[in-house]
C-alpha cells in the first residue's frame, strides 16, 4: 500500500514540478519559509549539518544558507522532477545537495543532523510513524525537528482524499502531532501559528 502511494505522490509531484514555483505557491510557501526561520536558532559560527525532509524545489534550504553561512543541508524528496528544478535553482553549491528517496526510508546514517524540517509535506505520507522513527535515528541526540503543516481543517476531519495529489492527505492537531514524536522518542516542546492553519511544531531528540 505504501509503494503505491509513494508512486502516486511522485506521478502528482512530477507533474507539478515545472510550474511549482509559480506566484501563488512561491508567495505562499515563501510567506511560511521565512516565518518558520523567525522560530530557528542555529549556529552561525559552526557547521550545521541540517536536512529537509519533502524539499521540493529546494527554496527553504536556500533561505537558511543564505542566513547561516556554515550550513550543510540536504533535501530529501520523492520526486525526480521537484529536485531537478532544486538543482537547478542551488545558491550554494556544494553546501546544499539534493537526494532522491522516500521519507519512509531515509538514506542516511543514524545521528547525522542537527536539525530537520519538513514544510508542507508530512500530510502526504501514509505511514507517520514509520517517518517520526527515521527521524529520531538520523538526529543528534540534541537535534530538533520543526514540523510546518496544516492542522485538521474544521469539519473536515483529520484525512481528505483531494483529487489529483495522489492519494490521501492527513491533518494532525498539535496532540496527535506530540502523541506521533512520542511514539519516536521526540518530545514536543512547542507550537507555533506560522499563517492561516499551518502550525509549526518543534520536538526534540
Ligand atoms: C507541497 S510540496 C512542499 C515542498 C517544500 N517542502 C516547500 O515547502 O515548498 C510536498 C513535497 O513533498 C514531497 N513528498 C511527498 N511525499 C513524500 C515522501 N513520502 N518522501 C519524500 N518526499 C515526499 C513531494 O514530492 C513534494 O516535493
Given amino acids: ?40 536558532n542555529l549556529p552561525r559560527e559552526l557547521p550545521t549539518a541540517v536536512l529537509d525532509i519533502g524539499c521540493g524545489t529546494g527554496k527553504l534550504l536556500n533561505r537558511m544558507a543564505s542566513q547561516y553561512p556554515q550550513l550543510q543541508g540536504i533535501g530529501l524528496d520523492l520526486s525526480p522532477k521537484m529536485l531537478r528544478q532544486a538543482r537547478q535553482g542551488n545558491c550554494h553549491r556544494p553546501r546544499l ?19 530537520a524540517f519538513s514544510t508542507i509535506s508530512f500530510l502526504h505520507y501514509p505511514n507517520p510513524k514509520l517517518v517520526f522513527m527515521e527521524i529520531s535515528r538520523v538526529l543528534k541526540p540534541d537535534g530538533q525537528f520543526h514540523l510546518v503543516d496544516y492542522t485538521p481543517l474544521v469539519g473536515l476531519g483529520t484525512q481528505q482524499n483531494i ?42 531528540a
Fill in 97 to 115: 545537495i539534493f537526494v532522491q528517496g522516500a521519507s519512509e526510508t531515509m538514506p542516511f546514517a543514524d545521528n547525522q543532523f542537527q536539525a
Fill in 1 to 40: 500500500m505504501t509503494a503505491d502511494v509513494l508512486a502516486a505522490k511522485t506521478r502528482v509531484f512530477d507533474r507539478w514540478a515545472p510550474n511549482y514555483d509559480g506566484l501563488l505557491t512561491t508567495v505562499f510557501y515563501q510567506a511560511i519559509h521565512q516565518r518558520l526561520l523567525s522560530y530557528i
Fill in 163 to 204: 483529487v489529483g495529489l495522489g492519494g490521501p492527505m492527513y491533518f494532525y492537531s498539535p496532540q496527535q502531532r506530540e502523541i506521533l514524536g512520542a511514539s519516536a522518542g521526540l518530545r514536543c516542546h512547542a507550537h507555533y501559528s506560522l499563517l492561516g492553519p499551518v502550525l509549526l511544531s518543534i520536538f526534540k
